[in-house]
């Protein structure tokens, strides 16, 4: 019989990525999200799709009992930092306890978790780059505040059960599947743009920079980073600005449009960079994927899942 894994958030960017390398490493996947921000659309027909909010604990609760699954991979969340402004309760709800929930529900069938948190959100703007995990964090968002609480609960839940919780911190994810919809996501923003023929806003004028890794690279750590307890950035290491980004995926939609410039919004960072040495050295984990390979390649992808939206 197969192992069987779960996946929270499993019909997210991210989410939807894992539950396909599951599957393909032979794992029977059972996928748990409330739909919130999610498509079921995303999720590999070959999964099963549990439809539930990770806050409620008995239903959480029912299904991991009944699944006992040997592997948990975190990634439900209430993922926007605009959102945790606005709705710090709900925020601190899905982010902390629903965290708790799912730790603690996976650890009564020894199963070991993979929890994604942020590294873009956490350090703060004073942070020396790259920033390494050591780093005591200082996020300027409820969202970076909560993610921080949430990992708080992973590690403690992990030293006094003895399972192998895992803390992944992610820079600035980027690939297919993303959604242009939201305030992060500039790659698939800028690629609709572009798709579109509108001019993006490069907000603070294009300057700020971020480590953009490449989706693929996110799920190959997080599978290698179960069954492993510690804390790890996992990004490329590489500070890219925005300008930049918007440039080369210009290149690879063959456009020219003038972008408009704009102030940095509140509370956004200047710069963002991780320092992705400890999880080279830990679990053998490099990123594969070079940003102009990257961006190259999630552009062709968007422009065929924008031009199947648009029916
Ligand atoms: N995308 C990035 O650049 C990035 C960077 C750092 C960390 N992360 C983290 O990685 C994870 C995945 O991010 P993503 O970009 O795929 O986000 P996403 O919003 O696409 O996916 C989150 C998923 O969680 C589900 N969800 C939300 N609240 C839920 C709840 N209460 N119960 C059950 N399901 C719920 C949503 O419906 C969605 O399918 C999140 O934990 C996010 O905080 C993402």
Not at 169 to 184: I, S
Request: charged share 20%.
């Amino acid at each position: 019989m197969a192992s069987s894994a779960i996946v929270t958030g499993g019909a997210g960017f991210i989410g939807s990525h894992v539950v396909d390398a599951l599957l393909a490493d032979g794992y029977a996947v059972t996928v748990i999200d409330d739909l919130s921000s999610g498509d079921a659309a995303r999720v590999a027909d070959a999964a099963e799709l549990v439809q539930l909010d990770i806050v409620d604990l008995q239903a959480l609760e029912a299904v991991v009992a009944q699944v006992k699954p040997r592997a948990v991979f975190h990634l439900a969340a209430q993922s926007s930092v605009v959102v945790s402004t606005q709705n710090p309760g709900r925020d601190c709800d899905v982010n902390v306890k629903g965290t708790l929930n799912v730790v603690d529900t996976a650890g009564r069938c020894g199963a070991p978790v993979v929890f994604t948190s942020t590294g873009g959100a956490l350090y703060g703007d004073e942070a020396p780059m790259p920033t390494g995990e050591e780093r005591i964090p200082a996020p300027l968002s409820p969202y970076g505040a909560s993610k921080w609480a949430g990992e708080a609960y992973v590690k403690t839940w992990s030293l006094s059960s003895g399972i192998p919780h895992a803390v992944c911190r992610l820079g600035n994810v980027y690939g297919p599947r993303q959604t242009p919809h939201g305030e992060a996501g500039v790659v698939s923003i800028f690629s609709h743009c572009l798709y579109s023929d509108r001019a993006p806003k490069l907000y603070g004028h294009g300057q700020p920079t971020r480590d953009y890794v490449y989706v693929g690279d996110v799920v190959s750590a997080l599978l290698t980073a179960s069954g492993r307890s510690g804390t790890y950035n996992i990004a490329t290491g590489v500070e890219t600005d925005v300008s930049t980004v918007w440039r080369e995926l210009s290149a690879a939609a063959g456009k020219e449009i003038e972008a408009e410039l704009a102030d940095l919004r509140p509370g956004e960072l200047m710069h963002s960079c991780l320092d992705v040495g400890f999880a080279e050295r830990e679990l053998g984990w490099r990123p594969e994927v070079a940003i102009a390979d990257g961006l190259r390649m999630t552009y062709t992808a968007l422009v065929e899942e924008f031009a199947v939206r648009a029916g």
